[in-house]
């Protein structure tokens, strides 16, 4: 059996499974993706989780003087 459930609050999922006459004893694959805008852009993020901080450590190996052609934003 295949069901999407759509913007279900975390705490009204057991609820919600039950109404829909799924036993709490049957297995789920459960998928989580939360739909709420944490107003943080992904780079501020990714700045804040320090998966990227050994890369303070690496040398600049390009500058703009490497550049084929120039592009203006």
Known sequence: MRQ??????AGKL???LK???IAPEQ?????????EDNGLPITA???AGGAFDW???EPDLYSDADLAE???A
């Open 70 to 72: 120039r592009y203006r």
């Open 27 to 35: 297995r789920v694959r459960v998928v989580v993706e939360s739909i």
């Open 19 to 21: 109404r829909r006459g």
């Open 4 to 9: 999407v459930l759509n913007d279900i609050e």
């Open 14 to 16: 057991a609820e919600e």
């Open 55 to 57: 890369l303070r450590d």
């Open 45 to 47: 993020i990714n700045a």
